[in-house]
């Protein structure tokens, strides 16, 4: 056996690093200093964003945050207009709702007439409106199908007051049958030729009671004068009167009962 010189073998310094790893433990000390880096990195960018948003929400909230559009439209899951939200020529707000079948059911509007909404039949009949008109009346309409419209308001300009008018079609401008009328001073019930009493003409008939206890029943001609009265006075007899078409008296006479 060969003896080895004791000089050429040197002890490892103790501050010597001596690596024991492995080719594949090396690489995997490696991923995870890459991950650490990207964690750091991801936790940087993520907390910049946070502030932005903050200073960018801060900055709204002093702003109303507007959005500015001619016209929203609403659809369905199908991609169906359902609502829609636009203004009309003189530029005032309407909205309309519609059903799947791209009919009008809803309307709301608003013009210088006053607030009006309308919900209509599938087939575009109105069958109920709300509107209130400006500084004059607030009324319910029905209409049915056959164009005979019932109004339900109350003038704005004589507190106190309610009316109910029946008209012969879906114009009441030209077409009043019956109104009945509830006010502080009286209450009464017109009843015309189909179409007049619109224009304050006769034929018709007018049944009231006053303020005062005062009963009466009068028949108009087609002018609107009174050519037949009969009116009940408190503590006093029923009278019945006639007048001719100029408004003079022809005939009166007492009810006395017997």
Do not use: W
């Amino acid at each position: 056996m060969t003896e080895i010189d004791r000089d050429e073998v040197t002890a490892p310094s103790p501050h010597e690093y001596v690596s024991t790893h492995s080719p594949g433990q090396k690489e995997l000390e490696s991923l995870v200093r890459r991950l650490r880096y990207e964690r750091r990195a991801l936790y940087t960018s993520g907390l910049a964003l946070l502030i932005l948003m903050t200073l960018t929400g801060l900055q709204k909230s002093g702003d109303p945050g507007r959005v500015r559009v001619s016209a929203l439209i609403l659809e369905n899951n199908a991609h169906k207009p359902v609502a829609e939200l636009t203004t009309d020529p003189a530029g005032f707000p309407i909205l309309n709702m519609m059903d799947l079948e791209g009919h009008k059911r809803v309307v709301m509007s608003i013009d210088p007439d006053g607030s009006d909404l309308r919900m209509y039949d599938p087939d575009g009949s109105t069958t109920l409106g709300l509107s209130c008109l400006t500084g004059v009346t607030s009324q319910i309409e029905l209409t049915q199908r056959g164009g005979r419209t019932m109004l339900l308001g109350v003038p704005g300009a004589d507190p106190g007051e309610a009316f109910m008018s029946i008209f012969g079609s879906s114009e009441p401008a030209t077409a009043s049958d019956f109104e009945l009328t509830i006010s502080p001073t009286i209450n009464d019930i017109l009843i015309s030729q189909p179409g007049r009493l619109s224009d304050i003409l006769g034929p018709m008939i007018r049944l009231g009671v006053e303020k005062s206890g005062t009963t009466f029943m009068d028949f108009r001609d087609h002018n609107n004068t009174q050519r037949l009265i009969a009116e009940q006075l408190p503590g006093k007899e029923a009278r019945v009167t006639t007048q001719d078409k100029n408004g003079r008296t022809v005939f009166s006479t007492p009810i006395n009962g017997r």
